[in-house]
């Protein structure tokens, strides 16, 4: 039982080349979540899924993108990626948003 | 920013200690959680706290709940080595998180 897996674990990019950071759980979850943590700021929610094919904006969504086409996956797209967008990048999720989160070892992004 | 706030920021005991660490939230919760997380590692969950509870137990930890100033403290009763990490509050309010900025602890054994 592997949880919440992370691929890849780190990546550094150039500034305006686009990625995808894949999270992939198999505890059978419907909620997925994907954060940013950067220093001294805690974690901040990007976006999240209450169930495949669904997609909602967290607090902070903008020069993200993502999708859920298959329930036990969750994927993060940078579409043309930002300095600012230099952060350590976890997924987690869990079976109703009321109960407890399950994370990831995050990937850490370097946009030069 | 929905973003809470924890106090201290970073604290530093002697092993056999207790730690207590404080978080403000800012909007009305279903519950709130309290996270662990190791140096470059994701977030472990610690215990959950529902809006009409006002403490809870599990095994060294101690969370209370006070809803109407908005805080919480996680208190971890005889401290361990391996008790050093960052801890973070979680205020879930429906389909949301909005996580505190953490507490870094450091246990000296």
Redesign the interface.
């Known amino acids: 039982n592997a949880g919440?897996t992370q691929t890849p674990k780190f990546r550094v990019l150039k500034t305006g080349q686009s990625m995808t950071l894949l999270c992939a759980q198999d505890m059978n979850h419907e909620?997925m979540?994907w954060?940013r943590q950067d220093p001294?700021?805690?974690?901040?929610?990007i976006h999240?899924s209450?169930g495949e094919g669904t997609t909602?904006k967290?607090?902070v969504p903008d020069g993200y993108n993502v999708s859920r086409l298959k329930k036990q996956n969750f994927l993060l797209g940078l579409e043309s990626a930002a300095p600012s967008q230099t952060s350590v990048y976890?997924c987690?999720s869990s079976y109703y948003?009321?109960?407890?989160?399950?994370?990831?070892?995050?990937t850490r992004l370097s946009i030069l | 920013s929905q973003q809470g706030e924890e106090d201290p920021q970073a604290l530093s005991i002697q092993e056999g200690e207790n730690a207590t660490m404080n978080c403000s939230y800012k909007t009305s919760i279903n519950n709130l959680q309290w996270y662990r997380q190791n140096s470059g590692r994701g977030l472990v969950h610690l215990i959950l706290i529902r809006s009409n509870e006002r403490e809870k137990h599990s095994g060294r930890l101690r969370v209370t709940l006070d809803t109407s100033k908005k805080s919480s403290s996680l208190l971890i009763t005889a401290s361990r080595a391996a008790d050093t990490a960052s801890y973070f509050c979680a205020s879930n309010t429906g389909n949301q998180f909005y996580f505190g900025t953490g507490t870094s602890l450091t246990v000296i054994p």
């Open positions: 919440v909620y979540y954060y001294g700021m805690g974690l901040r929610l999240y209450v909602a967290g607090e976890f987690a948003p009321n109960q407890p989160q399950h994370f990831g070892d995050g």
